[in-house]
């Protein structure tokens, strides 16, 4: 008897590609298959098994299976489960999000795809393979022998014998923390809200503790490739006998393929990961902790656009374990789920280490005082007092958020939109402003609307002048910049924090990157330089981001000992966000911006999809995207849905940034507040936009974080 399979191919096409499969026994769903495409062959991964052909095919158009590759690399029912979740919230094609997430050693062959050519690979890689070449089969004649290898795993799973783990007194929050979480009994989430220096981690160690002690694996994602080696030596050093690995990019494709295969086997009890963490096949899998669960690099911004937070979240229910976020600065859209009580919440509100305060927040009103190339005397002369004790000192430098605003130096007068209240974003080349959220623009004011000042300028002008004029003003102290450009290349951001740590520098000047996780002993004062563009960025996250950065950078100072001491320049130290940032009070701060987001009908209180189109010619780009809308917009109509639950299409725009690498990007923002009917559209506009797409390079991105 014939049946069918379904195959995963790596290629931009939805769905799966059926096959006749000639062999007596059942194929074992997960297993990879060299199949025919066109003239070429292609590797796949069987997805399903159809007792009837397609209907959708003519019978004789369906090709037979040309090699299966019997062998422990097989993808197991709940890594389909959640792969296949994320095709389908992120309307990307099932075989591209399967190849997008899967080590490369397991699916980069050459074009001329020869199963041998795997074989090598994969022997090479010390994964037992058998290939069985199907291409002269012949029911009658010969007999292969498939065992199915989904035993293997299972037969090959590696228990935990036992762990030790040194104690230390935890504080009454942390004992509440931990008592509370370990007591969860399947699905569930919780914020572990902690200040930083709280002890957040020391939580995390004795809930993967009890997990292991039960026999589960535990998956904990970081935001940050350079906190890895750290956090790795931390839970080793503290659990005696605790099989660990960890997962980023910056791997060997042999390192990352041995992690996966170890811990598709239960061989690995914590995997420590970036992002790409969440495809790591855990088959008993038992907790899932999000540490920093609000960083923006959570979300991968090529091929499958995921929020590795989310999935951990979708991963975390269909293991039916306990999921938890942890975060001084927790995201907006975390928060508003706790305020729903979807999610619990649990705080720690102090410091783990005795002593150790949190520092005195000082703003400098720039309105008031005068800088110099960016810095103003009150600054200098902090920093010069710190230098002169011989301590630490940490320069903020804010790069994220820039956006180019018009405004008014005299002022503080800011340009925006008259339809929605986005900021309007200034289009040097054309002499516009342009709101980016609704999309209207208008002509750049010659003169300020509030006060006729004639001298308008952008923000964030002169940021890369910053360093050079503290090294002017400060020619005595000892520079250290920590940014992605001095800590690119294998080992060197590892030398680059040594340094920092062993007090090679007095002063650390840096980009969010010094903002994260790092614990720097000697630090006395931080500064925060350059942070008021992101007030006014019209990316809705801006504001958010800003001050969960600036919570960070001032955790920095006085870790232990006496409190430190944290600056902040800015022409608007009444706006809430500093005024919360003053009392350290993340509770307000998310009131305030809350209610601002919904009175902008931002997330969380709408779902946003953007739509992207690239074009060598801007117009073409445009011209694809205004016929989208127009479809759209005719679709959308018959549908007859309530109004207030029918998407919303924007104006298309050309990026700030237009052109990148010779490329003109536009996009089209849409929004609604019924998740559910944007989805149902996006179904059918993605089978309508291959159509007009032409040579226009396109994508979705299903809650973008920047638009
Ligand atoms: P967070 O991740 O919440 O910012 P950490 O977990 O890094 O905080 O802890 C901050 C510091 O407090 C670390 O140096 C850690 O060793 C220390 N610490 C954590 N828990 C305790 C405790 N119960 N008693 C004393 N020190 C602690
Ligand atoms: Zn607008
Ligand atoms: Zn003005």
Known sequence: MISYIGVALNVPLKGLFHYQWPLPQMPLIGTAVIVPWGRAKRLGWIWEVCPTPPEHIALERIKSVVCVLHSPVYLNQRWRQLVEFASRYYHHPLGACVFDVLPKSLKSFSKNLQASSILQTWLKKNLACVVFDLTDYHPNEQSVLLEPYSGFLERNTVAQESIEFSERPLTLEQVFAVETLRAVKGFKVHLLHGITGSGKTEVYLRLIVSAIQDQKQCLLLLPEINLTPAVE???????????????????????????????????????????????????????????????????????????????????????????????????????????????????????????????????????????????????????????????????????????????????????????????????????????????????????????????????????????????????????????????????????????????????LVGTQMIAKGHDFQRVKLVVALNVDSALFSHQPKSAERLFAQLMQVSGRAGRTGEPGRFMVQTRYPHHPLFQCLCRQDYTGFAEYELQARKAAGYPPFTYQVLLRADHRKLDHAMDFLHHARQWALEWLEQQAWEAECTPRLCDPVGLTVVRVGGVERAQLLVESISRRNLHHFLDSWLLFLPSIGGSVRWFVDVDPTEI
């Not at 080793?236 to 980023?248: M, W």
């Not at 619990?344 to 800088?371: E, M, N, Y």
């Not at 080349?429 to 308008?456: F, I, K, W, Y």
Request: hydrophobic share 40%.
């Open 233 to 507: 030596a931390f839970f080793k050093e503290r659990i005696i006998g605790l099989r660990v690995a960890v997962l980023h990019s910056g791997l060997t494709d042999t390192q990352r393929l041995n992690t996966w295969m170890a811990s598709a086997t239960g061989g690995i009890d914590l995997v420590i990961a970036t992002r790409l963490g969440v495809f790591v096949p855990m088959p008993k899998l038992g907790l899932v902790l999000v540490d920093e669960e609000h960083d923006p690099s959570y979300k991968q911004m090529e091929g499958l656009k995921y929020s590795a937070r989310d999935l951990a979240v979708m991963l975390g229910q269909m293991c039916d374990c306990s999921v938890i976020l942890g975060s001084a600065t927790p995201s907006l859209e975390t928060w508003h789920k706790v305020q729903l009580g979807a999610y619990g919440k649990i705080s720690l509100s102090k410091r783990a280490v005795v002593g150790a305060a949190l520092p005195v927040v000082d703003l400098v009103d720039l309105r008031h005082h005068t800088t110099s190339a960016g810095l103003s005397k009150p600054i200098l002369e902090a920093l010069q007092g710190v230098l002169a004790q011989g301590d630490q000192s940490i320069v903020f430098l804010n790069r994220r958020g820039y956006s180019p605003t018009l405004m008014c130096e005299a002022c503080g007068w800011v340009a925006g939109c008259h339809q929605c209240s986005a900021h309007m974003v200034w289009h040097r080349a054309e002499s516009m402003l342009r709101c980016h959220h609704c999309g209207v623009s208008r002509a750049l004011p010659s003169v300020c609307p509030t006060c006729g000042n004639q001298d308008l300028t952008a923000f964030g002008r002169g940021t890369q002048r910053l360093e050079e004029a503290l090294l002017c003003a400060l020619p005595k102290a000892r520079m250290l910049r920590i940014d992605a450009d001095t800590t690119r290349g294998k080992g060197k951001a590892h030398q680059v924090f040594t340094a920092a740590h062993q007090g090679e520098a007095d002063i």
